[in-house]
T-cell receptor, first 113, second 113 residues
Framework: AQSVTQPDIHITVSEGASLELRCNYS??????LFWYVQSPGQGLQLLLK??????LVQGIKGFEAEFKRSQSSFNLRKPSVHWSDAAEYFC???????????FGTGTRLTVIP | KAGVTQTPRYLIKTRGQQVTLSCSPI?????VSWYQQTPGQGLQFLFE???????NKGNFPGRFSGRQFSNSRSEMNVSTLELGDSALYLC????????????FGPGTRLLVL
């Protein structure tokens, strides 16, 4: 069965500190992986995606993620967090034959000055 | 290009009523997917439409239905509303629907009293 696990419900980091948000997935076929960000009351904005090729992918706002097939993980990283990064982050997995995404439960990021 | 638009942005209904939500995809996109977001269940896939045909469906009761018009605009309908239908309903569009990025609208927040 397809599923996505984001083990951290809430993370607090200081502005300027590095960030890593964890994502583990279970998918029976070749996964397509996404990270989305959601600000309060807003829709989802795509940060980055992995379909194939280089396992380290760069996204918007200075985010990157690394696909590790052996660990079924797709962790999101940012070297230096800004106060404006405070939001909820969702990892999602999809497949080649369908357009339905399976989302994790999200990680809420708080940034303290 | 304009993004995905959803109307209305907010709705208040009472139990037993029905509601129709609208989604206009990005120009040129032919696939529209709908998701329900609640604090308890997170983000869940409802259904996807492509070229006016439902191509994929999530695990929701028949009270949830949708359709897509020839201009790719989509509507979803929920009949006999229940309190548990209170949620943020997100629409996403993509060009063809498979192996692609989905772009999300801001959502319609539905409150059922």
């Amino acid at each position: 069965a397809q599923s996505v696990t984001q083990p951290d419900i809430h993370i607090t980091v200081s502005e300027g500190a590095s960030l890593e948000l964890r994502c583990n997935y279970s998918y029976g076929a070749t996964p397509y992986l996404f990270w989305y960000v959601q600000s309060p009351g807003q829709g989802l904005q795509l940060l980055l995606k992995y379909f194939s090729g280089d396992t380290l992918v760069q996204g918007i706002k200075g985010f990157e993620a690394e696909f590790k097939r052996s660990q079924s993980s797709f962790n999101l990283r940012k070297p230096s967090v800004h106060w404006s990064d405070a939001a909820e982050y969702f990892c999602a997995v999809g497949g080649a034959g369908a357009n339905n995404l399976f989302f994790g439960t999200g990680t809420r990021l708080t940034v303290i000055p | 290009k304009a993004g995905v638009t959803q109307t209305p942005r907010y709705l208040i209904k009472t139990r037993g009523q029905q509601v129709t939500l609208s989604c206009s995809p990005i120009s040129g996109h032919r696939s529209v997917s709908w998701y329900q977001q609640t604090p308890g269940q997170g983000l869940q896939f409802l259904f996807e439409y492509f070229s006016e045909t439902q191509r994929n469906k999530g695990n929701f009761p028949g009270r949830f239905s949708g359709r897509q018009f020839s201009n790719s605009r989509s509507e979803m309908n929920v009949s006999t509303l229940e309190l548990g239908d209170s949620a943020l309903y997100l629409c996403a569009s993509s060009l063809k629907g498979t192996q692609e990025t989905q772009y999300f609208g801001p959502g319609t927040r539905l409150l059922v009293l």
